[in-house]
Nanobody
Framework: QVQLVESGGGLVQAGGSLRLSCAASGRTFSTYHMGWFRQTPGKEREFVAAIGRNGITTIYGDSVKGRFRISRDNAKNTVYLQMVTLKPEDTAVYYC?????????????????WGQGTQVTVSS
């Protein structure tokens, strides 16, 4: 089992930057693909980015491509989401998730473990 704890959220002005972190418990972190998702009230959870087990393969949602960068440090059991050029529409609760399957997925239901989320608010 994997426990995930996000941090790094907060309030930032449009055009600013934030870096989210997600710390995982357990010794098997490197066996999981890791993803970031976000959600606003009344909307479905949206795919943001995912990274493969070895940290080489990455995929991004269209709305964040070119502005967000996902990375991981398997020695520290941590996955990161660097966000730059933030926009008000990036405001959401951001969740990290772990997926033990073979394929790198964009779909929330494919992910087995979830953190509690961290709020990101971008003011205009």
């Amino acid at each position: 089992q994997v426990q995930l704890v996000e941090s790094g959220g907060g309030l930032v002005q449009a055009g600013g930057s934030l870096r989210l972190s997600c710390a995982a418990s357990g010794r098997t972190f490197s066996t999981y693909h890791m993803g970031w998702f976000r959600q606003t009230p009344g909307k479905e959870r949206e795919f943001v980015a995912a990274i493969g087990r070895n940290g080489i393969t990455t995929i991004y949602g269209d709305s964040v491509k070119g502005r967000f960068r996902i990375s991981r440090d398997n020695a520290k059991n941590t996955v990161y989401l660097q966000m730059v050029t933030l926009k008000p529409e990036d405001t959401a609760v951001y969740y990290c998730a772990a997926d033990g399957q073979y394929v790198l997925n964009r779909t929330p239901r494919e992910y087995e473990y979830w953190g509690q989320g961290t709020q990101v608010t971008v003011s205009s």
